[in-house]
């Protein structure tokens, strides 16, 4: 373990390139997040290498939506996306098998450790896996964060990593691709499946952001701030309504052609369950097929299928069995 880290932190992801330089004031403890990024590395190693071959690759989106100086040296070049890969140890790769995208939440997060028992799940089915760091994550320095686009690059930063995965192993089946995400996660996968609806055989979305222009209606002023700064969208909702309404999955639900798993909880401290509610009613309206469940009250809030109790393990396995049919993985020999 201590080799792994050592090795880990000689290329942590402070060292990646930043388009755009930040104020010292700006965002998070960035030297802190890229620690923290390094020790989930050693940590994905260390609990998942026993059923999977775990990489860290690396691979380029679009070029930043905002420079800082527009006419820089680099200042149009793509932008450099890391990602998480897991491929189950006893496929038969002669076979095709089917891939996932697994898309984290949060404004500014990153994948981590708080998924690895869902990649285990996932690994034990079958499914290779890949979890981008988009722009705008964690734990790759102050530029990085702040070249967030939220409801736009992102995500093609997440569909370019699946297009890396296809093109790099060529025992996983194009026509057998998944996304899957939760709240901010949930958000990006709808908007993939929107965006690119002939690249994914099936999608999960689990209290999904749906409704930019609600949902700065009932967060706090701290949290529309941050949407308004001028590294984010740069203007509040009263300034421009319509960009908030681009970026929102709820106005583009006539472009629905995957099939779709939607889960919400009424007691959601997050994502209000008025959002996924109003995405619900617009897919309806729109003569979408889908399915959706509304859970009462389930312990945990917002995190209520993440966790690690019965209620959650039951949860998860009714987004498996949703999965199955359209990617039909096949379990890994021992």
């Known amino acids: 373990m201590t080799l792994l880290l050592a090795a880990l932190l000689a290329q942590s992801p402070a060292q990646a390139p930043a388009s755009a330089p930040a104020p010292a004031s700006a965002g998070p403890d960035h030297r802190g997040d890229s620690l923290a990024r390094a020790m989930d590395s050693a940590i994905f190693y260390l609990k998942l290498s026993d ?4 990489d860290q690759v690396k691979y380029t989106g679009p070029p930043p939506a905002k420079a800082a100086v527009p006419t820089a040296p680099g200042a149009k070049n793509p932008l450099i996306i890391s990602a998480f890969t897991f491929v189950p140890k006893g496929l038969d790769k002669s076979k095709k098998h089917p891939l996932i995208a697994y898309v984290h939440g949060g404004v500014h997060s990153n994948f981590s450790t708080s998924s690895l028992h869902h990649v285990r799940e996932l690994l034990e089915q079958g499914y290779s896996v890949i979890a981008p760091d ?3 994550s964690t734990g790759y320095g102050a530029g990085f964060w702040r070249d967030i686009d939220y409801g736009g690059r992102e995500n093609d930063d997440v569909h370019e990593g699946v297009k890396w995965m296809l093109e790099t192993y060529s025992f996983l089946d194009p026509k057998r691709v998944g996304i899957i995400g939760w709240s901010h996660g949930g958000m990006i996968t709808l908007m993939n499946i929107f965006q690119w609806a ?16 609600a949902r700065l209606g009932y967060q706090s002023e701290s949290y529309r ?6 590294y984010h969208i740069g203007k509040t909702v009263r300034d421009d309504i319509a960009e908030y309404r681009r ?5 583009h ?9 939607v889960h919400t909880n009424t007691n959601d401290e997050d994502v209000n369950v008025l959002e996924v509610e109003h995405l619900i009613t617009a897919l309806k309206a729109a003569g979408k097929k889908f399915e959706y469940k509304i859970y009462d009250n389930a312990p945990g809030g917002h995190s209520f299928n993440r966790l690690d109790t019965k209620l959650a393990r039951e949860s998860r396995a009714e987004i498996y069995a949703f999965l199955k049919p359209y990617l039909k993985p096949e379990v890994p020999k021992k």
């Open 253 to 261: 639900v006539d472009k629905l052609r995957t099939p779709l798993l």
């Open 247 to 251: 970026r929102s999955p709820v106005n």
């Open 51 to 54: 059923i999977a071959e775990v």
């Open 198 to 213: 002939d690249d994914y055989a099936v999608a999960y979305a689990g209290v999904p952001v749906s409704d930019l222009v």
């Open 134 to 136: 988009y722009r705008g």
């Open 225 to 230: 701030r941050l949407f308004s700064d001028s």
